[in-house]
């Protein structure tokens, strides 16, 4: 019981920050239906602005993170704006390639950049971990609370813009469709570029946190997580915005859990339960189901 | 389903002629290993990208599984070929070939069977979530590969005999393209067509998709398992690593390039795309990044059709009536000699 506790809350600090990712994925998969595979390598980038902020010009922790969110989320615009905005016509197998493209200049263009280049760096200590007794053995340090609580507020932050602020609706109206969304006087391609401005600020956060907890950097970190967070996403349907807190707080837990049970088949029981999962509801757990078309 | 158009017999002869070129080339030492190596590599990439065109490019299904097939057939023909090695038969003779043969036939099977299994339930999802579920099955297998101590586990299957040449891979490569371009333009490859354009208008015209996108899947991940089985008694090592979503989207990456539905496209992008990464090897780390950009430049701005276009009009105004001038000429003569 008591392994299982401390479990849950490593399940639950894991869970948010896939969550946090997994919300950009769906974000950008929602409106412009496009599996932005370079989402992954934005965590990369937010983790290593942070570090560079810290270690080479001092910046206080708070400082760095806010810094590193906003670098990727100006960073994401742009990679919107060049990469895929010309492909908005074009099948969407090509936008899929040029994510891909696009992936791979983020993880080898670190890896040849000098400041960040090919070897491991670490990330310093930002904050001294303190434990908070449960009970005799289960713990919670301050890391795990400021996590969940950055990433808490995070996620309001961005319910509230979608549900109460007008570019939350006009976020909303693309999603639905772009071009009746057009029609009526929403500027699309701006609605588009904040879509991916949120995305990036909260992967740039979810850099800085995984930074926080793993803190080995490479370039090719944001790989895996960005992998693990696009199955969140898929898990809790695509294009949800509940769906991907949902998912990505279950894929941490059955992460953390799976590692216990057997350390080595843990990351193919990932894939199997999305693959349970669509084979029963093809659209996601909180996915809308298709409407027409495909 | 017309065994040989002429459009295929072109393709045939082209390759065929390719080969006796690279043999020539190969027999007279004209060729460093490395050169021939790379060659081989990229045969195999074409074998992959024209298999999955058959799935992407005509039935319009999106797969980014399509490695855990080739691992699927390197993995078996390699445990064959292996268990006969230990048997005896570890000298070259007629016998050994003809159960190479035999060997990779198995892993195309094997790997034909695995894909029918897969590809009856999530061949029910559309569009984007088959590709997830194509990607979680290729990340279960090289969890599994990596876990399964009798196949060599994180360490790869090695001392897998050295049975790859040329002459396999292109016969294999000869074959898969004949085949698939057959399927893709006979009455199976238009229906497929159909179900890519519209799968509702199909279904309602009493075409049954699921069948036709199973079919492709099938005959595809047939051809995916004999380039796996190639590669791995070209490598003479199986490893998971060689068979991650990574590797299955390289070979999309190709297929994109080459143009979805294109059999010249795939052959030609996955020889470039091969090529490439060893020609850019001069600028050392840079190669890592300019590969990325060419790719983009590549997707954002496709210069294919433009050069084709170009090819085309060189062909037909310069090239061509000259041809077509001295072949009268020479007919002229000829038939005057007869006269």
Redesign the interface.
Known sequence: MEQFLSQFVNGVQIGTIYALIALGYTLV?GII?L?NFAHGDLIMLGAYTAFISVTSFGLPFPAAFVLAMVVCGIANVLIERI?YK??RDR?R??????A??????LE??G??VPFIGPTYRRFPEAIAARKYYLTSTVFITNIHILNVAAAASLMLILHYVITNTKIGMAMRATALDREAAKSVGIDTDLVISITFAIGGTLAGAAGVLWAVVYPRLNPYMGLIPG?KA??AA?FGG?GSIPGAVVGGLIMGLVEVFATVAHS??A??V???I??GI??LR??GLLGRP?VG?? | MHLLRHKNLLNIVAIVLCYVVLWGLNVHRLLSDYILFVIMCGLINAIMTVSLNLV?GFTGQ?SIGHAAFMAVGAYTSAVMTKLVFHIGLSTPSPLREVFFLVSLLVGSLASAVVAYLIGI??L??????L???T???N??LV??L??LHVLGGPRGFIDIPKLSNLAWIMGFTVVSVAVISNYAHSIFGSQSMAVRE???AAESLGIDSTKYKINAFVLASFFAGAAGGLLAHLLQLAHPTQFT?LKS?EI??ML??GG?GSVHGSILAALVLTMLPEVLRFSQ??R??I???L??LF???NPLPYLRQQVAEVWEVKVKPVIVGHATILKRFFSGMLK
């Open positions: 998969y239906q599996i990469a010309p492909l099948p197998l090509v936008a899929l390639i040029t891909v493209g696009v992936s791979l200049l080898n263009g890896r040849v992998l696009f199955v898929v695509i080595q088949l990351e193919g990932f894939f199997i999305l693959i669509l084979l093809p659209t298709f078309r495909a | 992407t999106f339930p999530t029910r999802l559309k569009g984007d979530y590709c997830i579920a990607l979680g099955f990340q279960i969890v599994l990596n876990n519209d799968e509702l979503f989207i999309l990456l994109v390039v979805m780390d840079l890592l990044v590969y990325p950009l790719l983009i997707a954002v701005r």
